[in-house]
């Protein structure tokens, strides 16, 4: 079997990859009958001479491999017929912008696997940035709020080499006694919290947090079941929040009370309700003023993310009042970074850790039959058609919704 990463050449250049040179060479010790191509890239945040220097082969062909690895969305004019691609096709919520690229995969017969479906048989995913993109959100958070209220200014993430070098420059500015929220404790949420207990920051719980004062900064990571409750007020928990959404209210405005910062880390599942709307933004007692949305939902449960923001322009303000777009540091706005592709700014860190899980997971499926069916469960296509898992796509790719 014979694998190859491809070039990325979708734009916004993104600079990630499947698998880091390390990883390569752990697939070709570990699989015997594997061999790995580099299609050559002046992008990419591995060079060229990096995959030269541990004997992986950087061609400008890629045509002879067998399955090919990729990040982001590839160009309709670069996708090469009758191939196995593994890439993120943003198609599997029928995204009106990629319907195009999936009814041009179907029609070159390619066999497409997308990241975002590579599972366990509980559903669970296996291969995610979502962890950079926690990592990298809480930077940009307390980045933004020193940029607010002219604290202190820290340099852009992209600018610095790994998580490393993003600690080292939160451990040297001051922060004032205010308290942080963080919701969710998934990938996304615990990649925060790592940046939140690398600074030393206090973490409290729920009780602590809502009722006490502190004389330095504080945290909370909550999750669902602390900011929704049952509508009949019986006592709720966690899987019947996610089996049963629409039973459930917003519980968030008491932390929303208390709150200087919050940090949104959570998974927004359909039906579920909003944490705050835009009306309660507009209440006086709404304490909030500068948001790290990872999520990153639009004009969805964190009220105040109204579009997303991009790395070179991070930050806009929300006035609640008026609810539209301001200038960050007017004293009514709050300061919104959502920058919905957050890991591209700590590629090296994001692609090794994704590489290392693809390799533990996805690698060993083309050489153990797929025992456990992680391809069966991501192949979207497959002989010009949608599998039977992704015939639900079959309306949008005919283009009637």
Wanted: hydrophobic content about 35%.
């Amino acid at each position: 079997m014979k694998f190859g990463l491809i070039q990325e050449r979708k734009n916004p250049p993104d600079r990630r990859v499947v698998l880091s040179p390390t990883e390569c060479k752990n697939v070709l010790s570990n699989f015997p009958k594997a061999e790995i191509q580099v299609e050559t890239s002046p992008i990419r945040v591995f060079s060229d001479q990096e995959y030269a220097e541990v004997d992986i082969p950087v061609v400008q062909d890629i045509s002879q491999c067998d399955v090919l690895l990729g990040v982001k969305e590839v160009p309709i004019e670069d996708l090469i017929p009758n191939k196995k691609y593994f890439f993120f096709s943003h198609t599997i919520k029928k995204q009106p912008y990629n319907r195009k690229l999936l009814q041009a995969i179907l029609d070159k017969n390619i066999e497409l696997y997308d990241h975002e479906v590579i599972t366990n048989p509980k559903g669970q995913r296996l291969v995610a940035f979502g962890r950079y993109a926690g990592i990298v959100g809480a930077y940009n958070g307390m980045r933004a709020y020193g940029l607010k209220y002219d604290l202190f200014q820290l340099p852009k993430a992209e600018t610095l080499k790994d998580q490393q070098a993003l600690i080292d420059e939160l451990n040297k500015i001051k922060l004032p006694n205010f308290k942080i929220l963080l919701t969710g404790r998934g990938r996304v949420g615990n990649g925060s919290r790592e940046m939140l207990d690398a600074m030393g920051l206090k973490r409290v719980n729920v009780a602590e947090y809502l009722k006490e004062e502190f004389d330095e900064p504080v945290y909370c990571q909550i999750d669902a079941s602390e900011y929704n409750k049952r509508k009949d007020g019986v006592r709720g928990n966690k899987a019947d929040f996610f089996a049963n959404p629409e039973e459930y209210k917003s519980n968030f405005f008491r932390f929303a009370e208390v709150t200087d910062f919050y940090i949104a880390g959570h998974f927004y599942g359909d039906g579920a309700p909003y944490l705050y709307t835009r009306e309660d933004a507009k209440h006086p007692d709404f304490k909030i003023k500068v948001v790290a949305d990872i999520s990153c939902d639009i004009d969805g449960p964190v009220a105040t993310t109204i579009r997303p923001s991009e790395v070179a322009d991070p930050i806009y303000g929300y006035d609640p009042q008026t609810e539209s777009e301001v200038d960050f540091k007017n004293p009514d706005a709050v300061a919104v970074m959502a920058v919905d592709n957050l890991p591209c700014e700590l590629p090296r860190d994001a692609s090794t850790g994704f590489g290392e899980a693809f390799s533990k997971y996805v690698i060993p499926a083309f050489f153990n039959g797929d025992e456990d069916g992680i391809l069966e469960r991501s192949r979207m296509t497959q002989n010009g058609k949608l599998t039977k898992r992704y015939a639900y796509l079959q309306d949008y790719v005919d283009g009637l919704e």
